[in-house]
């Protein structure tokens, strides 16, 4: 859990408009990830990194996009194509064995 | 695509009384991992299991993945009101070592 921090906690978007959602670790993984999930439902994947420079498309990618020139961060921008953005996003990293996962961020729209 | 579905999808019992989720893949796993996240929080890890048939105790948790590596159960003996959240369990996916599928997810209330 620690070494995994999100920001911010909380993020409203108003129509129209991108909003990026940042996500950074300290542990050296290889690999991170993110995964939304609206209330009382389970976690769906929708990017992840193996390697800096390379991520590939979880289930649900369509309106988001995805960065990671750096080892230790992936951030996720929200695009006005995501028509319906409210949601619980959660940053992972991990190995092959586990996922560490940040406290997440709440995005609402206005 | 590979699907891996947990049961109950909730569940309330008494505090003290044992508690039980199964989670079941669609297709044969090499591992499971199992997590929690209490409500309002971020899913925490609990265990990887590995083996067919494995079997790991945590204090009042125990783990079992099944023979055939395609289901796996949570048991929790005498359960408190710290036990309260959803537990999850996750699958690598056959597209990659990385990229895991997460289950339905239990969600368990404890009564005092």
């Known amino acids: 859990d620690g070494g995994i921090t999100q920001s911010p906690k909380y993020l409203f978007r108003k129509e129209g408009q991108n909003v990026t959602l940042s996500c950074e670790q300290n542990?050296?993984?290889?690999?991170m990830y993110w995964y939304r999930q609206d209330p009382g439902q389970g976690l769906r994947l929708i990017y992840y990194s193996q390697i800096v420079n390379d991520f590939q498309k979880g289930d649900i990618a369509e309106g988001y996009s995805v960065s990671r020139e750096k080892k230790e961060s992936f951030p996720l921008t929200v695009t006005s194509a995501q028509k319906n953005p409210t949601a619980f996003y959660l940053c992972?990293?991990?190995?092959?064995?586990?996922?560490?996962f940040g406290p997440g961020t709440r995005l609402l729209v206005l | 695509g590979q699907q891996v579905m947990q049961i109950p999808q909730y569940q309330h019992v008494q505090e003290g009384e044992d508690f039980t989720t199964y989670c079941n893949s669609s297709?044969?796993?090499?591992?499971i991992q199992w997590y929690k996240q209490r409500p309002g929080g971020h899913p925490v890890f609990l265990i990887q299991?590995?083996?067919?048939?494995e079997v790991k105790k945590q204090k009042r948790l125990t783990f079992q993945f099944g023979e055939a590596k395609k289901n796996s159960s949570l048991h929790i003996t005498a359960t408190q009101t710290t036990d309260v959240g959803t537990y999850f369990c996750?699958?690598?996916?056959?597209?990659?070592?990385?990229?895991?599928?997460f289950g339905t997810g239990t969600r368990l209330k404890v009564l005092a």
């Open positions: 542990l050296n993984h290889d690999a």
């Open positions: 992972a990293s991990g190995t092959a064995e586990t996922q560490y």
């Open positions: 996750a699958g690598p996916s056959p597209a990659g070592t990385y990229k895991y599928i």
């Open positions: 297709t044969t796993l090499s591992n």
């Open positions: 299991l590995v083996k067919s048939g």
